[in-house]
C-alpha cells in the first residue's frame, strides 16, 4: 500500500496533467473539461474516458484518432489510481521521446 504522501504527489501531478490538457483546449471545450474534474462528475468522466480510449484504440480509422486514448487515460486515472502511475510512466517516455529527437535533429 502507497503512503499518503505518494498519493499526493500523485494527485498534484495529475492535475497538472489537467492543466496541461486544458490550455491546449478551446475555451469552451476547456470550460466542459473543468467540470468534468470536480468529483460530482465521476459517472461523466469514467463514461467519456472509456469512450475516448475506446476511440483510441481505433484510431487508424476516420475520425477517431490516437489523440483520444491519452486523454482518455488521463480522465480515468482521476478516479482508478493504478491507472495515474501509467500515465506518468507514458507521459515521462514521450517526453524523453521527444528529447532524444531533438537533440538528434540538431546534432
Known amino acids: 500500500m502507497r503512503s499518503g504522501n505518494a498519493a499526493d504527489n ?10 496541461r490538457w486544458e490550455r491546449r483546449l478551446p475555451p469552451s471545450a476547456a470550460r466542459g473539461f473543468r467540470r468534468l474534474r470536480h468529483p460530482e462528475a465521476k459517472r461523466a468522466r469514467v463514461a467519456l474516458g472509456s469512450l475516448l480510449v475506446a476511440g483510441g484504440l481505433l484510431g487508424i480509422l476516420p475520425v477517431l ?8 487515460l488521463i480522465l480515468l486515472a482521476q478516479d482508478f489510481p493504478p491507472l495515474k502511475r501509467l500515465v506518468f510512466h507514458l ?8 528529447r532524444r529527437k531533438r537533440r538528434s535533429a540538431a546534432g
Request: proline share 4%; hydrophobic share 35%.
Open 65 to 72: 484518432g490516437f489523440w483520444m486514448l491519452p486523454l482518455g
Open 10 to 19: 500523485d494527485s498534484r501531478r495529475l492535475e497538472r496533467h489537467f492543466a
Open 91 to 98: 507521459h515521462r517516455r514521450r517526453l524523453e521521446h521527444r
